[in-house]
């Protein structure tokens, strides 16, 4: 029995990153080995053990062989005499591909240091094909190594499109298209993630709403891109640099997708579009069952972001109807997220990207001033009022709070 160090434990510890995880390859062992030395079965595909001590895993080498379509459909077959190389080849890409023996050897049967060094994300083997989840992998890994120059390879683009034209691609299962994605957005550059989707067709399929937004044109006067889907990829990148916040990006992302259900004759203008995007932004969540929050605050994104725009030419009533609109009295925090994405909006256009977003401050002080408005004290102090005209009491002393702010 032979153990080996594989996956991205190597790859990071050869790009000299943090190894936040470590799994382990077994050669040459059964179950029943592996139970006798006290490991912990827990693979439900495959035999996987975590060890007694240390908790971490540890897989049978093990081949697999397509029987069914989708990332699930696999015989797979983990005898001990499937060798390490059986294991990696696969296995996603080169840079994935590589095992550290115990003795510190390091095993790299497809070239996946020399990819690393050359910043190229390939293929492993045509068993790549046989997993449309690596689509959303190699994606995601984009976004991840973009920084670092990673390119994807011409000819596994090349077999991802073949992926797609397949239609292996639409048995992907909402929760892990959302699953990828969620963690793409997480990423250091997740914009790379989308525009690799697209290359290869898969935006079209996985993402259609987002895929329709390129082509679609905008008002020159305000968007110098013009191109609808390449502001929508300039917006994520503001967002990115402006928070860490994987829901922020999400409503980046989201922000304009009713531009893409605008009629052509109504081109470039998109009357109407805030309300188009709530519509599809709650039918994409509840089709790749996207959490609450991320859809909420996408949703919102989507519904107040031209106003939020607008902030210097508002009166004070509507900048309070906008706080109520968005929950900035009980959500402060979301507030703050809502800004970040309607800043990243602003910023998200061709020579504007540094332009200072005041629109921001300017909730933030009217925020305070109708926050600072107690509703007891207004109570005590109007006892004759009842019912609905509390409430109007409550939003006059708002109203005049605001206006001294803004």
């Not at 973009?146 to 077999?159: E, H, M, S, Y």
């Not at 300017?362 to 207004?378: G, N, Q, Y």
């Not at 102090?381 to 009491?393: E, F, Q, R, T, V």
Request: aromatic share 6%.
């Amino acid at each position: 029995m032979k153990i080996y160090l594989v996956g991205g434990a190597v790859r990071d510890k050869l790009l000299g990153l943090e190894i936040k995880d470590r799994d382990y390859v077994v050669v040459g062992a059964t179950p029943e080995d592996m139970v006798a030395r006290g490991f912990k079965p827990v693979g439900a595909d495959f035999p996987v053990f975590l060890h007694p001590d240390t908790k971490e895993e540890y897989a049978l080498a093990r081949t697999e062989r397509k029987s069914g379509h989708g990332y699930k459909g696999f015989t797979v077959d983990s005898a001990p005499d499937v060798t390490l190389e059986d294991d990696l080849r696969r296995r996603d890409l080169t840079i994935n591909a590589m095992a550290e023996g115990q003795d510190g050897e390091i095993i790299d049967p497809f070239g996946g240091a020399n990819d690393l060094r050359t910043g190229v994300l390939r293929h492993v083997s045509l068993a790549f094909s046989e997993d449309p989840v690596r689509i959303l992998r190699v994606a995601r890994f984009a976004a991840r190594y973009a920084q670092r120059g990673f390119k994807v390879a011409p000819d596994t683009c090349d077999l991802m499109q073949e992926i797609v034209a397949s239609g292996e691609i639409d048995q992907l299962v909402p929760e892990r298209v959302w699953a990828e994605m969620e963690r793409a957005l997480s990423e250091d550059q997740p914009h790379h993630f989308f525009q690799v989707l697209r290359d290869c067709g898969a935006l079209k399929r996985l993402l259609p709403e987002i895929d329709a937004l390129f082509g679609v044109p905008q008002p020159e006067k305000y968007h110098p891109e013009i191109d609808t889907g390449v502001h929508t990829i300039m917006v994520l990148q503001q967002a990115t640099r402006l928070s860490t916040d994987p829901q922020v990006r999400f409503a980046s992302v989201m922000h304009d997708v009713g531009k893409g259900k605008t009629p052509k004759e109504e081109w470039p203008r998109h009357v109407g579009h805030e309300e188009r995007g709530v519509t599809m932004i709650n039918a994409l969540c509840k089709r790749l069952r996207v959490p609450n929050d991320y859809r909420d605050l996408a949703v919102l994104v989507a519904r107040y972001h031209v106003s939020c725009h607008r902030a210097i030419q508002l009166r004070a009533s509507t900048i309070l109807k906008i706080l109520e609109g968005v929950d900035g009295f009980r959500r402060p925090d979301r507030f703050e997220l809502f800004l970040l994405a309607c800043e990243a909006d602003a910023r998200g256009r061709k020579g504007l990207e540094e332009t200072p977003y005041l629109q921001a401050d300017i909730f933030r002080r009217a925020l305070e001033a109708a926050a600072s408005i107690d509703a007891e004290t207004v109570v005590s102090k109007n006892a004759a009022l009842k019912g609905a005209a509390i409430g109007d009491k409550i939003r006059e002393k708002r109203i005049s709070a605001i206006k001294k702010v803004v």
